[in-house]
């Protein structure tokens, strides 16, 4: 399969983007570390990720 250009991908993410629904029905955000993957497919063998970690 022929290589494809780099392509750069920028986005922010808010903790408002991070949060779940509780228990007690109250969204928040879980401290933890946490994967990002971008590709196509999500089959795909050539995932790009990063991670990152939230802390109290």
């Known amino acids: 399969m022929p290589s494809r250009p780099a392509t750069r ?3 922010a993410l808010s ?3 991070l949060t779940i629904v509780d228990a007690e029905g109250r969204r928040v ?3 933890g570390e946490f994967e ?3 590709e196509r497919s999500s089959r795909s063998r050539d995932l790009i990720g ?3 970690v ?3």
Do not use: K
Request: aromatic share 12%.
């Open 36 to 38: 990002l993957h971008v």
């Open 54 to 56: 939230i802390t109290e």
């Open 29 to 31: 955000v879980e401290p």
């Open 9 to 11: 991908i920028e986005f």
């Open 15 to 17: 903790a408002g983007d």
């Open 50 to 52: 990063s991670s990152f």
